[in-house]
């Protein structure tokens, strides 16, 4: 069982920036699990941000391309979101995600807010 526990969210102004963290509470290594970022605004579902694979491959949803970058320190066992230029409907719950083929295993969000 992976235990992650998400921290960096928070109200900011358009424009501006976060940096969310997902840290793993249990002894388990994160660096064998591909580690995602998903978010989900109120009565919207679930959608993928950025993800990085255990080889440090990364993808982002196209709204957040140029703007947003996924980031792991295995020595730290923690993935990063940085969150600049930062927009109104990027409001909602950011969710960390650790998975491989076999199992999923989610944090239980942080609330970022972008409003001025």
């Known amino acids: 069982q992976v235990q992650l526990v998400e921290s960096g969210g928070g109200l900011v102004q358009p424009g501006g920036s976060l940096r969310l963290s997902c840290a793993a509470a249990?002894?388990?290594?994160?660096?064998?699990?591909?580690m995602g970022w998903y978010r989900q605004a109120p009565g919207k579902q679930r959608d993928l941000v950025a993800k990085?694979?255990?080889?440090?491959?990364?993808n982002y949803a196209d709204s957040v391309k140029g703007r947003f970058t996924i980031s792991r320190d295995n020595a730290k066992n923690t993935v990063y979101l940085q969150m600049n230029s930062l927009k109104p409907e990027d409001t909602a719950v950011y969710y960390c995600n650790a998975g491989t083929v076999a199992v999923n295993y989610w944090g239980q969000g942080t609330q970022v807010t972008v409003s001025s």
């Open positions: 990085i694979t255990s080889g440090g491959n990364t």
């Open positions: 249990s002894r388990s290594a994160l660096s064998n699990y591909a």
